[in-house]
C-alpha cells in the first residue's frame, strides 16, 4: 500500500486460527479493526460513547491472498481512500515479513451520535484524520 496512515504490527496466536491451522477468516477483520482503532485513539478521536456515538461498519469486504499462521508476525497498513461528509471509508492490506501479501480489502465506517443517526465529521476529527 502506498502511504498508509497507520501500520500495526500483531503476532497471530493460535487461538485465532482454525481447523485448517490458518487465521479463520473473520479474524482479519479483529486485526484490521485492531488497527483501526490504534489510529483514531492516536489521533484523540473516541472511537465509542454512549453518550456521543461512534463509528459502526456499513460495509466490509476481503480478498485472502496467502495463509496466515499462527505464531507469524503480520503488518496491517490502513488508508483511508476516501473522507465523506460523515463517512470514512478504508482499505487494508495485511503483510506477512516477508512482504507477501496476505489480505487486502477495504471497509465503510459511518459517524454516528447518540440516537444511532449519521452525523457529520466534526471540524476538528476530519482535520485529525487528514493530518
Avoid at 479483529?30 to 478521536?45: C, D, K, N, T, Y
Avoid at 487494508?92 to 471497509?107: H, Y
Wanted: glycine share 10%; hydrophobic share 40%; proline share 5%.
Amino acid at each position: 500500500m502506498e502511504n498508509p496512515v497507520h501500520r500495526h504490527v500483531r503476532e497471530v496466536a493460535f487461538a485465532d486460527t482454525d481447523a485448517s491451522g490458518w487465521v479463520h477468516f473473520p479474524n482479519v477483520f479483529r486485526f484490521v479493526e485492531a488497527a483501526e482503532h490504534e489510529f483514531l485513539r492516536s489521533r484523540g478521536i473516541t472511537v465509542f460513547d454512549p453518550a456521543n456515538g461512534g463509528w459502526p461498519r456499513v460495509h466490509a469486504s476481503c480478498d485472502y491472498h496467502r495463509p496466515i499462521k499462527p505464531a507469524e508476525s503480520i503488518e496491517i497498513q490502513l488508508g483511508i481512500a476516501t473522507l465523506g461528509n460523515s463517512s470514512i471509508h478504508w482499505t487494508f492490506e495485511v503483510l506477512g515479513t516477508d512482504g507477501s501479501l496476505k489480505a487486502s480489502g477495504g471497509m465503510t465506517t459511518v459517524h454516528i451520535g447518540a440516537d444511532g443517526k449519521k452525523q457529520s465529521i466534526s471540524p476538528a476529527d476530519r482535520a485529525a484524520l487528514e493530518s
